[in-house]
């Protein structure tokens, strides 16, 4: 629709399918249904709302708030009471989405770590405690008392 990606790229993490449509095409998709074009602006809302939350944490979180927040959205989609799914990001790769070195990110990650909330694998994180994640982010970050203890 006219948008401009600048210097942007994404890179498939699986197999994909990509369909480019021209302007003209995607008009007349959208006034030809208007299942699609509810559709579309329902996306559309979801990924603004994401977008507002990613900004809200860039600029009102510490890193460990970040992180455990990313880390959270990341590895939801499992069923409960199951073991989430491993991110597979590198630590560079985290270090960009959540705006912080990958020293610093290395060094948060492995906070986290020794509080019992994720184990770090080469190139993929497990979140172990998506709830007690949720309890760290919640209290700013703050170090939990017993790394042991499942709150």
Known sequence: ???RMGGNWAEALEPSQLCLMSVHDVRQLLLADPRIATRIVE???E???ELE???TDLACKSL???LVS???TLS???PSGTEPEPVRLTHHQLASLVNATRERTTTALGELADHGLIRLHRG???VTNRERLLTYAEDGGRPLSDPGNPL
């Open 53 to 55: 939350h990613r900004l």
């Open 76 to 78: 939801k989609g499992t």
């Open 70 to 72: 990313t880390l959270w």
């Open 43 to 45: 996306h559309m809302t």
């Open 124 to 126: 993929k994180i497990t």
């Open 47 to 49: 990924r603004i709302s």
């Open 64 to 66: 460990p708030e970040r």
């Open 1 to 3: 629709m006219g948008l």
